[in-house]
């Protein structure tokens, strides 16, 4: 196994950077949370002979993690 090369190197942090963004930019958040989680996908998904790219898990974690927060909020601004 090696580490990935070339511009698919790329995607892992791009998927954590927009995670992390999504957290600080409250108005685009599932958005964000969308694009993160998808470029991870691919990351993970187009690996082939390479090592798992751990920040593109990160990425898809914190991801998810701000949907799920951002689904709660919601539905607790729903209930009078």
């Excluded at 949370?33 to 593109?56: E, F, L, M, N, Y």
């Amino acid at each position: 196994m090696k580490d990935r090369s070339g511009s698919q190197a790329w995607l892992g942090p791009i998927s954590l950077g927009l995670a992390i963004a999504s957290w600080v930019f409250p108005y685009v958040n599932l958005a964000l949370v969308v694009v993160a989680c998808v470029c991870g996908v691919v990351s993970i998904a187009t690996r082939k002979w390479h090592t798992i790219d751990w920040t593109a898990v990160a990425g898809i974690s914190v991801a998810s993690g701000q949907a799920v927060f951002t689904l709660l909020v919601y539905a607790a601004s729903l209930h009078p």
